[in-house]
Nanobody, 124 residues
């Protein structure tokens, strides 16, 4: 079992950048497929970026293509989400998630473990 704790959220102006961190404990992040999801009130949790356990394949939502990047530091057992060129529509609670499977759809129901989330607010 792995425990996940997100940090790095905050308030940023449109066009700015933030880097979220997801610190894992209990198991190595390299044992899991790792993903970032986000959610706004009244909407379903949506996939943002994902990285397979091998680290060989990265997946992302079209809405963040070219702006966000997921990465992993095995020595720190931490996964990151670098967010550039932020837009007001990126405002959401961002969640880190882990799965023991190879995700076929990178959907929320494929994830086994979740962090509690960190709020990102992008002002216009």
């Amino acid at each position: 079992q792995v425990q996940l704790v997100e940090s790095g959220g905050g308030l940023v102006q449109a066009g700015g950048s933030l880097k979220l961190s997801c610190a894992a404990s209990g198991r190595a992040v390299s044992s899991y497929g790792m993903g970032w999801f986000r959610q706004t009130p009244g909407k379903e949790r949506e996939f943002v970026e994902g990285l397979t356990s091998s680290g060989g394949s990265r997946y992302y939502a079209d809405s963040v293509k070219g702006r966000f990047t997921i990465s992993r530091d095995r020595t720190k057992n931490t996964v990151y989400l670098q967010m550039n060129s932020l837009k007001p529509e990126d405002t959401a609670v961002y969640y880190c998630a882990a799965t023991r499977q190879y995700p076929s759809r990178w959907s929320a129901d494929e994830m086994d473990y979740w962090g509690k989330g960190t709020l990102v607010t992008v002002s216009s």
